[in-house]
């Protein structure tokens, strides 16, 4: 029997909104977060040009924001555990009549080996995967091994000041600019809706790597 669900519908700027099912039980994949609404709005501004472009979502979840990104012509690749591959399959048949680019849901386990997701993506898109601290080495180990020197990662998260996450996202940052330079993106340059002052969104870039 099908998990009762409930539609979040997510309006696009040309054409029909969004419709991505839920899960009322099932942990923190199977809801449609603030972080990924901002981030998928974003990526319609069109600041990062997606058409033909191979993108990859990591965390996925219900697959908002990779769905958003196929629409807009880029040929995507959402990942999350195996537990969520039912909900982003149902996700992407009810948008694939939106899709202009491709869609395809796989399993990622953070910290294993992603040889069959080479060569490095365009862009790694990343919404509020940042909040279990046993998961920081697994995940950053991931964006090293996926990232080539022209991959873009989009991170975008909710600052949030309960208990262990401010330490928590501290330690993250820290972690990431051994290898990585990080730019946060202005607020005025998110949608103008879809934009609040606690949800920030970081491109990241490998350093260049220094020559012998």
Same mark, same amino acid.
């Given at each position: 029997?099908?998990m009762?669900g409930?539609? @979040?519908?997510? %309006? #696009?700027r040309?054409?029909p909104a969004?419709?991505? +099912?839920? #899960?009322a039980?099932? &942990?923190v994949?199977?809801v449609?977060?603030?972080a990924a609404? /901002?981030?998928a709005k974003?990526?319609?501004t069109?600041?990062?040009?997606?058409a $033909?472009? !191979? /993108? =990859?979502?990591?965390g996925?979840?219900t697959?908002?924001?990779?769905i958003?990104?196929? *629409?807009?012509?880029?040929?995507? *690749?959402v990942t999350?555990?195996?537990?969520?591959q +039912?909900?982003?399959m149902?996700?992407? %048949?009810?948008?694939?009549h939106?899709?202009?680019?491709?869609v395809?849901?796989?399993v990622l386990?953070?910290?294993?080996?992603?040889?069959?997701?080479?060569p490095?993506p365009?862009?790694?898109?990343?919404a509020?995967c940042?909040?279990?601290?046993?998961?920081? +080495?697994?995940?950053?180990?991931?964006?090293?091994? =996926?990232? &080539?020197?022209d991959?873009?990662?989009l991170?975008?998260?909710?600052?949030r000041?309960?208990?262990?996450?401010?330490e928590?996202? $501290?330690?993250?940052f820290?972690?990431?600019q $051994?290898?990585?330079?990080? %730019?946060?993106?202005?607020?005025d $340059? !998110?949608? %103008? +809706?879809y @934009?609040s002052e606690?949800? !920030?969104?970081?491109?990241? !870039?490998?350093?260049?790597?220094?020559?012998?």
């Amino acid at each position: 029997a099908a998990m009762a669900g409930f539609v @979040r519908e997510l %309006e #696009r700027r040309a054409g029909p909104a969004l419709r991505l +099912e839920q #899960r009322a039980a099932g &942990g923190v994949g199977c809801v449609v977060w603030d972080a990924a609404l /901002v981030l998928a709005k974003f990526l319609e501004t069109g600041a990062c040009p997606l058409a $033909r472009r !191979h /993108v =990859l979502e990591l965390g996925a979840g219900t697959g908002a924001v990779g769905i958003m990104a196929a *629409t807009l012509g880029a040929n995507v *690749t959402v990942t999350d555990l195996q537990e969520l591959q +039912e909900l982003l399959m149902v996700n992407i %048949e009810n948008n694939k009549h939106l899709v202009t680019g491709s869609v395809r849901a796989k399993v990622l386990k953070w910290g294993e080996d992603v040889t069959e997701f080479q060569p490095p993506p365009d862009y790694i898109l990343m919404a509020d995967c940042i909040y279990y601290e046993e998961s920081l +080495e697994p995940l950053l180990k991931t964006l090293k091994d =996926l990232t &080539g020197p022209d991959t873009c990662v989009l991170c975008c998260y909710e600052q949030r000041t309960m208990g262990k996450n401010p330490e928590i996202e $501290r330690k993250y940052f820290e972690l990431l600019q $051994r290898d990585f330079e990080l %730019e946060r993106i202005p607020l005025d $340059r !998110h949608d %103008e +809706e879809y @934009r609040s002052e606690d949800i !920030h969104i970081v491109s990241i !870039h490998r350093k260049p790597t220094v020559g012998p």
